[in-house]
């Protein structure tokens, strides 16, 4: 069992930036590849970016590239996810993730799920 705690996100205003963080504990964090998922009021869940068990192999969401960066500290248990250039289109409840591969990115492919928290971003 892995247990996923997301910390900080919040409110930014439009071209500013955020960073979420996610601890896990349980078993052992570098097992895993770990991803971020975003949940906007009234739409699916969807993939945000995912980042390889050791290493740092890394996939984005097209909406994303280029402006979000996902990183991991495995001496920490946490992964990361700078966001920069916010956009009122990235507002949603963000989630972190635990699974076997960072390829994958559907929602039915990760095992272990944080609670989610907030980012709001204002025009």
């Known amino acids: 069992q892995v247990h996923l705690v997301e910390f900080e996100g919040g409110l930014a205003q439009a071209g500013g930036s955020l960073r979420v963080s996610c601890v896990a504990s349980g078993r052992t964090f570098s097992n895993y590849a770990m991803a971020w998922f975003r949940q906007a009021p009234g739409k699916e869940r969807e993939f945000v970016a995912s980042i390889i068990w050791r290493g740092s192999l890394t996939s984005y969401a097209d909406s994303v590239k280029g402006r979000f960066t996902i990183s991991r500290d495995n001496a920490k248990n946490t992964v990361y996810l700078q966001m920069n250039s916010l956009i009122p289109e990235d507002t949603a409840v963000y989630y972190c993730?635990?699974?076997?591969?960072?390829?994958?990115?559907?929602?039915?492919?990760?095992?272990?799920w944080g609670q989610g928290t907030q980012v709001t971003v204002s025009s």
């Open positions: 993730a635990a699974g076997d591969s960072y390829a994958n990115r559907r929602v039915t492919e990760y095992t272990y």
